[in-house]
């Protein structure tokens, strides 16, 4: 089946510094998202990219969709403590099916 | 801001025993989808649903699992005979569009089969 590999599986940072992740597959998908997940609760969308290409932004969150529709990369600059959570890459081609990576988990030090 | 409400957070539940999870979705969706989350490992997806059918299903979804809207509210997931590794935390998702980016994920229902 479709496979998204996530990297780096885990991060701990400092409270300031910019972090970056990224998505990689062996397949084609038509839609990137980025979800990011606390403890106890379910995730929650933080971007969605459509086109090959395409960089969006959210705040202090930037994310980008590979031009060979195969990866995807999530950048957070100047981090801080509430940023802490685990973060997933989702994609998905027709149909209802989203496919997620295994996430990164990021701990950040004040 | 609407959510994804989810019964029972936690279910305990002894194997080959029936569960119910129970999900109310946002008052004007139209889509849902049942994904579940094996402790430390990713988010799967297990089924969607509209329009009072599924309209498309994973391997994982077996004849053990079912969904279905009984009341048009609730949605729920049925697994007939629990297998110890249907423990996981499993989310109802909904959404107002078949794009299901824009999906609106609960808190989850924590499943432990003993």
């Known amino acids: 089946g479709q496979q998204l590999n996530q990297s780096p599986q885990s991060m701990f940072i400092q409270e300031g510094e910019d972090v970056s992740m990224n998505c990689t597959s062996s397949s084609i998908f038509n839609t990137w998202l980025w979800y990011k997940q606390d403890p106890g609760e379910g995730p929650v969308l933080l971007i969605a990219l459509y086109k090959a290409g395409e960089l969006t932004s959210n705040g202090r969150l930037t994310a980008q969709f590979g031009i060979t529709r195969k990866d995807s990369f999530l950048n957070i600059s100047a981090s801080i403590p509430s940023d802490v959570g685990i973060y997933f890459c989702?994609?998905?081609?027709?149909?209802?099916?989203?496919?997620f990576g295994g996430g990164t988990r990021l701990m950040v030090k004040p | 801001e609407p959510e994804v409400t989810q019964t029972p957070s936690h279910q305990v539940t002894q194997m080959g025993q029936e569960v119910i999870l129970r999900c109310v979705p946002i008052s004007n969706h139209l889509y849902f989808y049942w994904y579940r989350q094996i402790l430390g490992q990713k988010v799967e997806f297990l089924v969607s649903?509209?329009?009072?059918?599924?309209?498309?299903k994973s391997e994982i979804f077996d004849d053990q699992f079912s969904v279905e809207r009984p009341d048009g509210s609730n949605f729920t997931l049925k697994i007939r005979s629990t297998k110890l590794e249907d423990s996981a935390m499993y989310f109802c998702?909904?959404?107002?569009?078949?794009?299901?980016?824009?999906?609106?994920f609960g808190s989850g229902t924590q499943l432990s089969v003993l």
């Open positions: 989702a994609a998905n081609n027709a149909g209802n099916m989203l496919t």
């Open positions: 998702a909904t959404g107002v569009l078949s794009r299901n980016e824009k999906l609106f």
């Open positions: 649903f509209y329009n009072n059918e599924i309209s498309e």
